[in-house]
């Protein structure tokens, strides 16, 4: 809980910056991409989803004033989500992972085996993935460049 409360004060905390998107959530089975960066970080939503029409959809990304870390935040606004979820990815460049938390309807965050990261840039639907999913945050540590 209080890891959560971090995550929320990093996305609004006055001294960082923040963009937000709209997007489209598009059902039909077949694979979508949708990409947000705040030059160097990059963070891409790809998913497959079936039902339903489209949905409105945000990404946030957020940078802290040091510039050492990222967040990456993609949710239904409304917090619900009539779509059924095949897949999900979220794939980050310009850092590593640290934490994420995933979410389906009515705020139910997800078992552990309903994600799963792979290496230190990507998170993706584990095997017990229940197919609902209304938000997902990853916390990444930016990459160090030597001089």
Same mark, same amino acid.
């Given at each position: 809980?209080?890891? $959560?409360?971090?995550?929320?004060?990093?996305?609004?905390?006055?001294?960082?910056?923040?963009?937000?998107?709209?997007?489209?959530?598009?059902?039909?089975?077949?694979?979508?991409?949708?990409?947000?960066?705040?030059?160097?970080?990059?963070? $891409?939503?790809?998913?497959?989803?079936?039902?339903?029409?489209?949905?409105?959809?945000?990404?946030?990304?957020?940078?802290?004033?040091?510039?050492?870390?990222?967040?990456?935040?993609?949710?239904?606004? $409304? /917090?619900?989500?009539?779509?059924?979820?095949?897949?999900?990815?979220?794939?980050?460049? /310009?850092?590593?992972?640290?934490?994420?938390?995933?979410?389906?309807?009515?705020?139910?965050?997800?078992?552990?085996?309903?994600?799963?990261?792979?290496?230190? $840039?990507?998170?993706?639907? /584990?095997?017990?993935?229940?197919?609902?999913?209304?938000?997902?945050?990853?916390?990444?540590?930016?990459?160090?460049?030597?001089?």
């Amino acid at each position: 809980m209080i890891l $959560s409360i971090a995550c929320i004060l990093f996305a609004v905390n006055a001294s960082d910056q923040h963009e937000t998107e709209q997007f489209k959530v598009i059902p039909g089975g077949e694979e979508h991409t949708h990409t947000g960066s705040l030059v160097p970080f990059q963070c $891409s939503f790809t998913y497959v989803a079936q039902g339903g029409t489209n949905e409105e959809w945000e990404m946030t990304i957020g940078v802290n004033a040091d510039k050492s870390a990222y967040s990456c935040n993609i949710a239904r606004p $409304s /917090g619900t989500t009539y779509l059924f979820f095949e897949s999900f990815e979220i794939k980050v460049q /310009g850092g590593s992972i640290e934490h994420y938390e995933v979410y389906g309807n009515e705020k139910r965050r997800l078992l552990s085996g309903e994600a799963r990261t792979s290496g230190n $840039s990507k998170l993706q639907a /584990g095997n017990d993935f229940n197919h609902e999913l209304a938000s997902v945050s990853v916390i990444v540590r930016s990459n160090k460049e030597e001089l």
